[in-house]
């Protein structure tokens, strides 16, 4: 009767801390959406993040990333662990020939202006508020449009290998409306970056923000909340591009995710 007791005691235990469901495939790239019982902590990699109170959380995996998720769930005195193993990608090898030198090294005079520029990107992308948007479902930013770049790839300009694409590049032209993926605070609104050149950050919660980049016109302030599907902008090609896109970006804090893994 007593191991009975104890069994029932240990499935009860299990059962109470197992309840942890996972929203996206666990590979190099993407975006992971939790859930959890109210209350609970979780930790990732010995990171503890936030949950809401509903017990919903998010987090991320980066490009390259090669080891297991660790994942620790503790509520009420009782911890569980979660590994997941990271699933590798295979990346597209993108080659452009014949762009201007200045679209493949910027020249010394403009570094102190780029240092300043990743500052301000790095900073709201650094925000952490209790905002739960990310749980819900984000949407296309234009509703027309080719698929010129994804993430992962990396760039050889001019015979030179660059960093990779950490975004999606949407083809359409100049001066298409642009909407809010999901709703957010603005973060981050500058009209001539160097590279980016007109620029919004959003915030969704928890570290999730994302990026639009090369804007013509940006219709959106520092502080300003908007709506799942508001015009925020128009489609350009300031900054350092090549032609009329519009370059999203994904991350959880400074980690750069594929933006493909919160629209599919």
């Given amino acids: ?11 009860f235990q299990f059962h ?9 495939k666990f590979e190099q790239g993407s ?13 990732i990699d010995n990171k503890k993040i936030l949950v809401s109170k509903d017990g919903y959380f998010a987090f991320g995996l ?7 998720v660790i994942i620790k769930v503790q509520r009420d005195g009782k911890s569980k662990t979660i590994e997941k193993e990271v699933l590798k990608r295979k990346y597209k090898i993108q080659r452009i020939d014949g762009l201007p030198p200045k679209h493949v090294t910027p020249p010394p005079e403009v570094y102190a202006r780029i240092k300043k520029d990743n500052i301000l990107i790095g ?3 650094s925000v952490e508020t209790s905002y739960d948007f990310f749980k819900d479902k984000f949407i296309y930013p234009i509703d027309k ?5 994804v993430y992962g790839s990396q760039r050889i300009l001019n015979g030179k290998p660059r960093s990779p694409h950490y975004g999606i590049d949407f083809h359409a032209p100049e001066g298409t409306p642009v909407k809010a ?3 957010g605070e603005v973060t981050l609104s500058e009209t001539d970056m160097y590279f980016t050149g007109g620029t919004i950050i959003f915030d969704h919660g928890h570290g999730i923000s994302t990026l639009y980049m090369h804007m013509k016109d940006i219709y959106v302030e520092v502080g ?23 370059d999203i970006r994904l991350n959880w804090f400074n980690v750069k995710l594929d933006p493909a893994s919160i629209l599919n």
């Fill in 145 to 149: 449009y080719i698929i010129t770049g």
């Fill in 123 to 125: 900073k709201a992308r």
């Fill in 1 to 11: 009767m007593r191991i009975f007791f104890v069994f029932t005691i240990f499935i």
């Fill in 181 to 183: 993926m999901m709703d």
């Fill in 31 to 43: 975006f992971i959406l939790g859930k959890t019982k109210p209350n609970a902590k979780v930790i």
């Fill in 16 to 24: 109470y801390l197992s309840a942890v469901e996972f929203l996206g």
């Fill in 62 to 68: 980066d490009r390259d990333r090669k080891n297991n």
């Fill in 224 to 246: 300003q909340k908007v709506k799942k599907g508001q015009i925020v902008g128009t489609l350009g090609q300031s900054g350092r591009a090549t032609g009329p896109h519009l």
